[in-house]
């Protein structure tokens, strides 16, 4: 048996798989990863979306974060891979996705639990009365964009210097104690404690099936099956099978 039909077998047969995805899974979506080849911050500067920067200089933050993210990422649509993983969901053999992304991909291809480790794009807070809206109500040529109390709008994805949303890192981490499969989807497996969730998945029994072009540092770690492939290769050829 070879090892794609091995790991078509674990994935079929889960009876508690999660996925963990990172922004290799959005790039065939025509979404930059952070970095690499072609990575957002070879082009722009990473200070923009550190929490005291935009604290100080929210006008020039906006202004930059406006280039950055919420052009590509608000036309973006999801691709096979974020099809296929809604429908494994869909199955019930899978409960659900971690993803570092913010892109909102998962929610738009019919994943339903979604774990977003760094937030998303699609809702922001008012940095001083706390009120939420709803990114499709925002008049975003403001710079800033702000409240109806005139508080500045700050979007609800984790930046630099802040901690992770506590209900998504808590709820990810039972999802990786109580997995028996792992789709890791590319990720470089660099960034904590994100990539943590991996390697708590294989401290409790999972068993590991990672998808990405070049390896990570789970690949020669805790990976079980890898498959250099585009993320949308490997999902066109699992829905065959399924």
């Known amino acids: 048996m070879s090892d ?3 790991a078509v077998k674990l994935i079929k047969n889960a009876s508690y798989g999660v996925s963990f995805t990172g922004a290799g899974i959005s790039v065939e979506s025509g979404i930059a990863p952070f970095t690499g080849a ?16 935009f604290t100080m200089n929210p006008q020039e933050s906006w202004r930059e974060m406006k280039k950055i993210f919420f052009n590509d990422m608000h036309d973006a649509m999801p691709n096979k891979a974020h099809e296929v993983l809604a429908a494994l ?34 809702t922001l807070s008012c940095v001083r009365c706390g009120k939420q809206y709803r990114l499709a109500d925002i008049d975003l ?11 500045v709008l700050k979007p609800n994805f984790v930046f630099y210097g802040e ?51 070049q390896p990570s540092s789970f690949t020669d770690s805790i990976t079980d099956y890898y498959f250099p492939q585009k993320a949308t290769e490997f999902f066109g050829a699992l829905e065959k099978e399924l």
């Open 141 to 151: 040529s403001a710079d800033p964009p702000t409240c109806s109390c005139g508080g």
């Open 89 to 122: 969901e869909k199955r019930g053999n899978f409960k659900g996705v971690i993803t570092q992304n913010i892109d909102g991909l998962h929610q738009k291809a019919g994943s339903k639990n979604v774990q977003e480790f760094h937030g998303t794009i699609y």
């Open 163 to 213: 901690g992770i949303p506590p209900a998504a890192y808590q709820n990810s981490l039972t999802m990786a104690q109580n997995c028996d499969v792992m789709i890791v989807v590319g990720t470089a497996g660099q960034v904590m404690p994100a990539c943590g969730m991996p390697m708590i998945a294989k401290e409790f029994g999972a068993k590991i099936i990672e998808v990405n072009p």
């Open 4 to 6: 794609f039909q091995e």
């Open 38 to 53: 072609g990575g957002l911050w070879n082009q722009y500067d990473p200070k923009y979306i550190e929490i005291n920067f």
